[in-house]
T-cell receptor
């Protein structure tokens, strides 16, 4: 069974600084997808960034980038130039690509606070 | 250009009543997923449906919970004889079904049991 672990329950960062959120996962599959979702206080689930396991290049989306280390099964999220609106819960998620069920497996989340 | 629509946003029920949660997927999406989020936790998969078919219900409790996605109309998550422990946020997501396309989430239904 796949598992996703986020070892940092809470983190804080000063506005305009950079912060990195950690995520590790466990799977026996060779091809899969990884995601970071953001859940602000409004509790919507917003897709931040995704990575395909067979792509070696790390995904980037504006101020958000990932450090994907397939051998180490690590998928960290880096937020540059942090903004107050980045305050939210961040969830790392995994989905297998080998057919069958397409359920997302989520970590327990990291609560990020951006301080002015 | 509507996203995933869930209603109601908030639902209050007394113990023993039934709760019905609705989800209309994004246009062009034929795959629907239901997740439950307990307070201070991540989302947990419940069930995955395509039109008129349940594909994977491995995360759904065996009793009191059921889900459907009829040919016409929204997907329904039904909880019979609710108990306090059913209080949670229930999220629906949809996708076009290709593995490289991410799931898009609705705003969730917050279910409170009195």
């Amino acid at each position: 069974a796949q598992t996703v672990t986020q070892s940092q329950p809470e983190m804080s960062v000063q506005e305009a600084e950079t912060v990195t959120l950690s995520c590790t996962y466990d799977t026996s599959e060779n091809n899969y997808y990884l995601f970071w979702y953001k859940q602000p206080p409004s509790r919507q689930m917003i897709l931040v960034i995704r990575q395909e396991a067979y792509k070696q290049q790390n995904a980037t989306e504006n101020r958000f980038s990932v450090n994907f280390q397939k051998a180490a099964k690590s998928f960290s999220l880096k937020i540059s130039d942090s903004q107050l609106g980045d305050t939210a819960m961040y969830f790392c998620a995994f989905i297998g690509a080998q057919g069958g069920s397409e359920k997302l497996v989520f970590g327990k989340g990291t609560k990020l606070t951006v301080n002015p | 250009n509507a996203g995933v629509m869930q209603n109601p946003r908030h639902l209050v029920r007394r113990r023993g009543q039934e709760a019905r949660l609705r989800c209309s997927p994004m246009k062009g999406h034929s795959h629907v997923y239901w997740y439950r989020q307990l307070p201070e936790e991540g989302l947990k998969f419940m069930v995955y449906l395509q039109k008129e078919n349940i594909i994977d219900e491995s995360g759904m409790p065996k009793e009191r919970f059921s889900a459907e996605f009829p040919k016409e109309g929204p997907s329904i998550l039904r909880i019979q004889q609710v108990v306090r422990g059913d209080s949670a946020a229930y999220f629906c997501a949809s996708s076009p079904g290709r593995g490289d396309q991410p799931q898009h989430f609705g705003d969730g239904t917050r279910l409170s049991i009195l």
